[in-house]
C-alpha cells in the first residue's frame, strides 16, 4: 500500500517574538519543527505500511529549506520525500496550497503509484485553519475523514477502512471507500524513534525536488497571492485592556484564610448578580443541614 | 501555507489595494447566510451565536439574514427552524433527507454548495467547531472562494466586503482578512467568541425548502456507529458559567482535586492549561486555549496558570478573570482583573471553604 503524508515545516511558534514597534513576526533564530501534527498522521502511515507492506511518502510544500523537516521525515522511517517549492508558491492561502498540494499528489501517484490514503495533521500550529485537508481531498476527489482518532480496521482487497472521527460529544464511526485523505487528531498516537539506519539513510537520500512546472502546474494563476482568495490586509499584535489587574493581598504574611476572603469579596463586589445566580445554582450540597 | 500567516504581509496587502471591480454575476451575491450546526437533534449554540453577528452584517448591508438548516428529520429541523427566526433570521433554507441524519462530508457539502449556488449569499458563516470546519473546508474548495478560519471578529464595509479578524501565530497577532473578488465570502467564528443574542420568542420568518437529489447508494461513507462521551461535563465546558483552571503551578496530579472541588462548589467546570494534557493530568476535552477549548465563562479562575498567549485567548471573554500565581510577574497578573500572589496549593481549599461559607450565609440571610 502506498500512503502519502502531508507534512509541513512551522516555525516553532513557542519560541516567536512579535517586534513591538513593527507588530512583525520575528523569525530570526526561530527554529523550525514538522508541524506536531502531522507527526500523528506520520505515525500512523508508517505502523500501516509496516503492517500491510508498501511505501511512505512524504509531501511538503515549501522553500527550499524545508527539505530538513523532509529528511527528519524519513529519519523517522519514510521511504520517499518530494518537496514541492518554486517562487510562484509565495503567499498562497489555503486554497492555492490545496491546488499546489493536489497536483503533486497527481504527480506522485503516476510516478510511484496511486495511494489509497492521503494522510495530514488536523491543522498546522502557525495557520491553524484546518482547511488545508479537506482542500486536498476535495480537489483530488478523496473521501474526506477529518479528526480522524483512531483507525479501526482497513481492507486493502475491499478497498475499505473504518475510523473513530470526534464529533460533538462523542465519536462517529465511519466506514468509507478508499482512496480517502484522513487528517489525524492529536494523541492519535505516539512517535516512534528513529532507527540508526534511517538516520544514516535519510542524510544520504535523495529528496525528489519538483517546481510548479515539474508537478504538472500550467495554470500559474491558481498558485500563490494570484491563485488566492483570502488577501490579508492588516496584521496587529492584541491590544491590552485598559482596565488593569487588582491585586487582592497587598498585606504582606496574610494568610490563605485572608486572601481566600478577601477575593470572594471582591468578586462580588466587582459582579453583583454573579452573587445572586449563584446562591440560587451553585454548591446546593453546602447548604447547612444539606449534608 | 495558511490564510493568515503570509511570508511578506506586504504583498497581501498591495494586492488588496488593487481591488477589482467585481465581476458582474457576482452583484446577484446578496445576503448573509449562518450554516446552522445539528448534531442529534439539537442545535449547537455556535449557530446562535452567528446569527448574533450575522444580524449585524446583514442590518450594516440592509440585507436578509439566513439559516441554513439540513437534517434526516423534519421535525427537528422544523424546531431548529424556529429557533433561528428567535435569534434573528429573517429566512431558514432547510433540506430535509434521511441521508442527511448524521453528519457525513459528502451530502453536506453538496447540500450546504447547491443552495449557495441557487441562492447566492454574498457571506456565509459557520462554527469552526469539527463539523463546521471539515464541511467549511470542502464548500470553499468547490465553490473556489476564500474561506477565512476561527475569526474572532467580523465587520463590514459598504460595498459589502467582510473583513475577518483571526488570531495567527498561536494568537500573538491577529490579521484582518478579506475575499476581495470572490463570492461567497466565507468564514469560521469559534463557540463562544461572539455573544450569545436576546432570544426573541414568537419572531417568525420565511421557510424555503429544498431537496437534495442524492441517493443513499451514492455515498460511499456509511456512519456505523456513535461513541457518546461518558464524561457529559466535556461538552459544557465553553458554555460553563464558571470555571477553574489549573497549571502547571499545581505541581501534582493530585492537586488538581483542589481545582475540581471548588469547580463543584461553585457548580462550575474545570479545565487547565496545555501541559496539563500533555501530563495526562486533565483529558484534552478539558485544555483552554488556542488549541484547547474557547471559553466566555462569567467567572474564570486560574491558578497556578503563567497566562502564555496561547492561553490568554482562549479565556479573554471572561467576565472576571481570577490569577492566583507565586509570581507577581507572570504574564496572567497582567490581564487578569482580580490576582493573589500567592500558593494556589494552599489558596484553593481556602477559597472552596470561603465560597462555601459566604454563599450558604447569605443563602440563610435571604
Ligand atoms: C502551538 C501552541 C499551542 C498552544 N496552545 C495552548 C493552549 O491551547 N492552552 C494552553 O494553556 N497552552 C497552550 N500552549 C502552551 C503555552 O504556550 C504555555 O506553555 C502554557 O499555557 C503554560 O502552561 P502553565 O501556565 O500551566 O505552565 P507554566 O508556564 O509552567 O506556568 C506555571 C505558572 O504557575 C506559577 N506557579 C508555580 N508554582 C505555583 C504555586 N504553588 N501556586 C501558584 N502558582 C504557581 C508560576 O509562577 C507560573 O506562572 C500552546 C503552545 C503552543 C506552542
Redesign the pocket.
Given at each position: 500500500m502506498h500512503i502519502v503524508v502531508c507534512i509541513k515545516q512551522v516555525p516553532d511558534?513557542?519560541q516567536i517574538r512579535v517586534h513591538p514597534v513593527t507588530n512583525t513576526i520575528m523569525r530570526q533564530g526561530v527554529p523550525t519543527i514538522i508541524n506536531p501534527y502531522d507527526l500523528f498522521a506520520l505515525e500512523e502511515a508508517l505502523r500501516l505500511r509496516d503492517r500491510f507492506g508498501g511505501e511512505v511518502t512524504v509531501l511538503t510544500l515549501g522553500p527550499p529549506m524545508a527539505e530538513d523537516s523532509l529528511r527528519k521525515a524519513l529519519a523517522f522511517g519514510a521511504d520517499r520525500a518530494v518537496l514541492l517549492t518554486d517562487r510562484f508558491f509565495a503567499g498562497s492561502d489555503t486554497l492555492a496550497t490545496s491546488f499546489a498540494l493536489s497536483m503533486a499528489l497527481k504527480k506522485i501517484g503516476e510516478e510511484f503509484g496511486e495511494p489509497p490514503i492521503v494522510f495530514t495533521g488536523k491543522q498546522t500550529?502557525d495557520g491553524d485553519t484546518a482547511q488545508v485537508g479537506p482542500g486536498i481531498a476535495k480537489r483530488r476527489d478523496l473521501n474526506q475523514l477529518t479528526y480522524v482518532a483512531r483507525i479501526v480496521e482497513v481492507d486493502p482487497a475491499a478497498g475499505e477502512i473504518a475510523v473513530e472521527r470526534r464529533a460533538e460529544g462523542g465519536l462517529q464511526v465511519l466506514k468509507s471507500r478508499m482512496p480517502v485523505l484522513i487528517t489525524m487528531l492529536e494523541g492519535a498516537n505516539e512517535m516512534r524513534r528513529g532507527t540508526l539506519d534511517n538516520a544514516l539513510g535519510a542524510a544520504r537520500a535523495q529528496v525528489v525536488r519538483w517546481s510548479a512546472a515539474d508537478a504538472g502546474i500550467e495554470d500559474l494563476t491558481k498558485c500563490g497571492l494570484r491563485g488566492s482568495p483570502t488577501i490579508v490586509k492588516k496584521v496587529f499584535a492584541p491590544t491590552a485592556r485598559a482596565e488593569k489587574a487588582k491585586r487582592v493581598n497587598t498585606e504582606e504574611g496574610s494568610t490563605a484564610e485572608a486572601n481566600a476572603a478577601a477575593l470572594v469579596e471582591a468578586i462580588f463586589t466587582r459582579q453583583p448578580d454573579l452573587q445572586t445566580d449563584l446562591m440560587r445554582t451553585a454548591g446546593n450540597h453546602y447548604l447547612p443541614g444539606g449534608h | 501555507m495558511s490564510n493568515a500567516p503570509k511570508p511578506a504581509p506586504a504583498a497581501g496587502a498591495g494586492r488588496a489595494s488593487t481591488r477589482k471591480e467585481l465581476p458582474e454575476h457576482f452583484k446577484a451575491y446578496r445576503h448573509v447566510w449562518v450554516a446552522m450546526e445539528m448534531e442529534h437533534g439539537k442545535v449547537h449554540p455556535v449557530s446562535f451565536e452567528l446569527l448574533g453577528e450575522g444580524r449585524k452584517l446583514a442590518d450594516k448591508r440592509g440585507v436578509e439574514l439566513a439559516g441554513v438548516v439540513m437534517g434526516g428529520d423534519g421535525e427537528e429541523v422544523a424546531a431548529a427552524a424556529i429557533e433561528a427566526f428567535e435569534h434573528g433570521a429573517d429566512v431558514v433554507y432547510t433540506i430535509v433527507d434521511p441521508i442527511l441524519t448524521h453528519y457525513r462530508n459528502d451530502p453536506y457539502t453538496r447540500a450546504l454548495t447547491d443552495l449557495v449556488n441557487t441562492y447566492k449569499p454574498e457571506i456565509l458563516l459557520l462554527g469552526a467547531t469539527n463539523l463546521g470546519r471539515d464541511l467549511a473546508g470542502s464548500v470553499a474548495t468547490t465553490l473556489l472562494t476564500g474561506l477565512t478560519a476561527d475569526c474572532t471578529e467580523l465587520a463590514i464595509d459598504d460595498e459589502g466586503s467582510l473583513a475577518a479578524t483571526r488570531p495567527t501565530f498561536?494568537g500573538s497577532l491577529l490579521c484582518t482578512i478579506f475575499t476581495l473578488n470572490y463570492r461567497p465570502q466565507m468564514a469560521t467564528v469559534r463557540p463562544r467568541v461572539m455573544a450569545m443574542p436576546e432570544r426573541e420568542p414568537g419572531r417568525r420568518g420565511r421557510i424555503v425548502s429544498h431537496d437534495l437529489g442524492l441517493a443513499e447508494a451514492e455515498i460511499v461513507t456509511k456512519v456505523l456507529d456513535f461513541i457518546a462521551d461518558g464524561d457529559s461535563g466535556r461538552a459544557a465546558l465553553p458554555y460553563a458559567d464558571i470555571v477553574v483552571a489549573g497549571?502547571?503551578?499545581l505541581?501534582s496530579a493530585e492537586n488538581m482535586q483542589l481545582v475540581k472541588a471548588l469547580a463543584a462548589v461553585l457548580g462550575g467546570e474545570y479545565g487547565g492549561?496545555?501541559?496539563?494534557v500533555q501530563k495526562g493530568w486533565i483529558t484534552a476535552d478539558r485544555?483552554?486555549?488556542?488549541?484547547?477549548k474557547t471559553i466566555r465563562p462569567r467567572l474564570y479562575i486560574a491558578?497556578?496558570?503563567?497566562?502564555?498567549i496561547?492561553?490568554r485567548v482562549?479565556v479573554e471573554g471572561a467576565d472576571t478573570i481570577v490569577a492566583?500565581?507565586?509570581?507577581p510577574n507572570?504574564p496572567i497578573m497582567e490581564f487578569a482583573h482580580l490576582a493573589i500572589v500567592g500558593?494556589?496549593?494552599k489558596i484553593l481549599p481556602a477559597l472552596t471553604d470561603a465560597f462555601a461559607r459566604h454563599l450558604s450565609v447569605n443563602r440563610l440571610a435571604s
Amino acid at each position: 500500500m502506498h500512503i502519502v503524508v502531508c507534512i509541513k515545516q512551522v516555525p516553532d511558534s513557542a519560541q516567536i517574538r512579535v517586534h513591538p514597534v513593527t507588530n512583525t513576526i520575528m523569525r530570526q533564530g526561530v527554529p523550525t519543527i514538522i508541524n506536531p501534527y502531522d507527526l500523528f498522521a506520520l505515525e500512523e502511515a508508517l505502523r500501516l505500511r509496516d503492517r500491510f507492506g508498501g511505501e511512505v511518502t512524504v509531501l511538503t510544500l515549501g522553500p527550499p529549506m524545508a527539505e530538513d523537516s523532509l529528511r527528519k521525515a524519513l529519519a523517522f522511517g519514510a521511504d520517499r520525500a518530494v518537496l514541492l517549492t518554486d517562487r510562484f508558491f509565495a503567499g498562497s492561502d489555503t486554497l492555492a496550497t490545496s491546488f499546489a498540494l493536489s497536483m503533486a499528489l497527481k504527480k506522485i501517484g503516476e510516478e510511484f503509484g496511486e495511494p489509497p490514503i492521503v494522510f495530514t495533521g488536523k491543522q498546522t500550529i502557525d495557520g491553524d485553519t484546518a482547511q488545508v485537508g479537506p482542500g486536498i481531498a476535495k480537489r483530488r476527489d478523496l473521501n474526506q475523514l477529518t479528526y480522524v482518532a483512531r483507525i479501526v480496521e482497513v481492507d486493502p482487497a475491499a478497498g475499505e477502512i473504518a475510523v473513530e472521527r470526534r464529533a460533538e460529544g462523542g465519536l462517529q464511526v465511519l466506514k468509507s471507500r478508499m482512496p480517502v485523505l484522513i487528517t489525524m487528531l492529536e494523541g492519535a498516537n505516539e512517535m516512534r524513534r528513529g532507527t540508526l539506519d534511517n538516520a544514516l539513510g535519510a542524510a544520504r537520500a535523495q529528496v525528489v525536488r519538483w517546481s510548479a512546472a515539474d508537478a504538472g502546474i500550467e495554470d500559474l494563476t491558481k498558485c500563490g497571492l494570484r491563485g488566492s482568495p483570502t488577501i490579508v490586509k492588516k496584521v496587529f499584535a492584541p491590544t491590552a485592556r485598559a482596565e488593569k489587574a487588582k491585586r487582592v493581598n497587598t498585606e504582606e504574611g496574610s494568610t490563605a484564610e485572608a486572601n481566600a476572603a478577601a477575593l470572594v469579596e471582591a468578586i462580588f463586589t466587582r459582579q453583583p448578580d454573579l452573587q445572586t445566580d449563584l446562591m440560587r445554582t451553585a454548591g446546593n450540597h453546602y447548604l447547612p443541614g444539606g449534608h | 501555507m495558511s490564510n493568515a500567516p503570509k511570508p511578506a504581509p506586504a504583498a497581501g496587502a498591495g494586492r488588496a489595494s488593487t481591488r477589482k471591480e467585481l465581476p458582474e454575476h457576482f452583484k446577484a451575491y446578496r445576503h448573509v447566510w449562518v450554516a446552522m450546526e445539528m448534531e442529534h437533534g439539537k442545535v449547537h449554540p455556535v449557530s446562535f451565536e452567528l446569527l448574533g453577528e450575522g444580524r449585524k452584517l446583514a442590518d450594516k448591508r440592509g440585507v436578509e439574514l439566513a439559516g441554513v438548516v439540513m437534517g434526516g428529520d423534519g421535525e427537528e429541523v422544523a424546531a431548529a427552524a424556529i429557533e433561528a427566526f428567535e435569534h434573528g433570521a429573517d429566512v431558514v433554507y432547510t433540506i430535509v433527507d434521511p441521508i442527511l441524519t448524521h453528519y457525513r462530508n459528502d451530502p453536506y457539502t453538496r447540500a450546504l454548495t447547491d443552495l449557495v449556488n441557487t441562492y447566492k449569499p454574498e457571506i456565509l458563516l459557520l462554527g469552526a467547531t469539527n463539523l463546521g470546519r471539515d464541511l467549511a473546508g470542502s464548500v470553499a474548495t468547490t465553490l473556489l472562494t476564500g474561506l477565512t478560519a476561527d475569526c474572532t471578529e467580523l465587520a463590514i464595509d459598504d460595498e459589502g466586503s467582510l473583513a475577518a479578524t483571526r488570531p495567527t501565530f498561536g494568537g500573538s497577532l491577529l490579521c484582518t482578512i478579506f475575499t476581495l473578488n470572490y463570492r461567497p465570502q466565507m468564514a469560521t467564528v469559534r463557540p463562544r467568541v461572539m455573544a450569545m443574542p436576546e432570544r426573541e420568542p414568537g419572531r417568525r420568518g420565511r421557510i424555503v425548502s429544498h431537496d437534495l437529489g442524492l441517493a443513499e447508494a451514492e455515498i460511499v461513507t456509511k456512519v456505523l456507529d456513535f461513541i457518546a462521551d461518558g464524561d457529559s461535563g466535556r461538552a459544557a465546558l465553553p458554555y460553563a458559567d464558571i470555571v477553574v483552571a489549573g497549571g502547571l503551578g499545581l505541581r501534582s496530579a493530585e492537586n488538581m482535586q483542589l481545582v475540581k472541588a471548588l469547580a463543584a462548589v461553585l457548580g462550575g467546570e474545570y479545565g487547565g492549561s496545555r501541559p496539563l494534557v500533555q501530563k495526562g493530568w486533565i483529558t484534552a476535552d478539558r485544555q483552554i486555549g488556542q488549541t484547547g477549548k474557547t471559553i466566555r465563562p462569567r467567572l474564570y479562575i486560574a491558578a497556578g496558570i503563567s497566562g502564555a498567549i496561547q492561553h490568554r485567548v482562549g479565556v479573554e471573554g471572561a467576565d472576571t478573570i481570577v490569577a492566583i500565581n507565586t509570581d507577581p510577574n507572570a504574564p496572567i497578573m497582567e490581564f487578569a482583573h482580580l490576582a493573589i500572589v500567592g500558593d494556589a496549593v494552599k489558596i484553593l481549599p481556602a477559597l472552596t471553604d470561603a465560597f462555601a461559607r459566604h454563599l450558604s450565609v447569605n443563602r440563610l440571610a435571604s
